[in-house]
């Protein structure tokens, strides 16, 4: 499976911009790049997926590079609530369609 | 909608005793997973069904591990006999097939045993 680096943690203050970077550079073509985040004592929930383009959705937008082998999730005014473990995973492609791999994450503190 | 529905939410048991949990996925959801997540981890996949046939079990301990779909819809996971090392959060997720969709979680079980 095509791995993803992260950082283990980051902060933020509320009401700012919060870039979330991910590496993935054993990506192939038909991985798709995901975004879940996990709130304390929950599931962890759907945020933005993309392919090449970029995306936007009322939650966050998702900058992928032209290369394909990082990707930045962006959360464009973060809330107490935004404070949870974010995750960026490949779903793709091949032997492992459909597959859901999760990594470490990053752990988003958002101060008041 | 309901989402995805796992029951029960917590469950404690004593070592060597059998358990099981239950996912309701979401209607019409071809593919399902379990997922174990260890206080601090990211979820640790145990398989993956694409309707009722299991394609991914390869993280699935199966000497005390056990899990079915039938007819492609809800779906059961068991342990038999427990270990104090499978204290755990237990997660369903279900999502239609393909790498361009969203995955739907459900709440998860806890369980503790001692």
């Known amino acids: 499976d095509a791995k993803t680096t992260q950082p283990n943690s980051m902060e933020s203050n509320e009401e700012e911009p919060v870039h979330l970077p991910c590496n993935h550079s054993?990506?192939?073509?038909?991985?798709?790049i995901h975004w879940y985040r996990q709130l304390p004592s929950q599931g962890p929930e759907y945020v933005i997926h993309?392919?090449?383009s970029n995306v936007n959705n009322r939650m966050a937008s998702l900058a992928i590079a032209e290369d394909r082998k990082s990707s930045t999730l962006i959360l464009h005014r973060a809330t107490l609530r935004d404070a949870a473990v974010y995750y960026c995973?490949?779903?793709?492609?091949?032997?492992?369609?459909?597959?859901?791999?999760f990594g470490q994450g990053t752990i988003l503190t958002v101060h008041p | 909608e309901a989402g995805v529905v796992q029951s029960p939410r917590y469950k404690i048991i004593e070592k060597k005793q059998p358990v099981a949990f239950w996912c309701n996925p979401i209607?019409?959801?071809?593919?399902l997973y379990w997922y174990l997540q260890n206080l601090g981890q990211g979820p640790e996949l145990l398989i993956r069904?694409?309707?009722?046939?299991?394609?991914?079990d390869s993280q699935l301990p199966k000497d005390r591990f056990s899990a079915e779909r039938l007819k492609g819809v809800d779906s059961t996971l068991k342990i038999q006999p427990a270990e104090l090392g499978d204290s755990a959060v237990y997660l369903c997720?279900?999502?239609?097939?393909?790498?361009?969709?969203?995955?739907?979680f459900g709440q998860g079980t806890r369980l503790t045993v001692v």
């Open positions: 997720a279900s999502s239609y097939t393909g790498a361009d969709t969203e995955a739907f």
């Open positions: 054993t990506i192939s073509g038909t991985d798709y």
């Open positions: 993309g392919l090449t």
């Open positions: 995973i490949l779903r793709g492609g091949g032997t492992s369609y459909g597959k859901l791999t």
């Open positions: 209607s019409g959801h071809n593919t």
């Open positions: 069904y694409e309707n009722e046939e299991a394609v991914d």
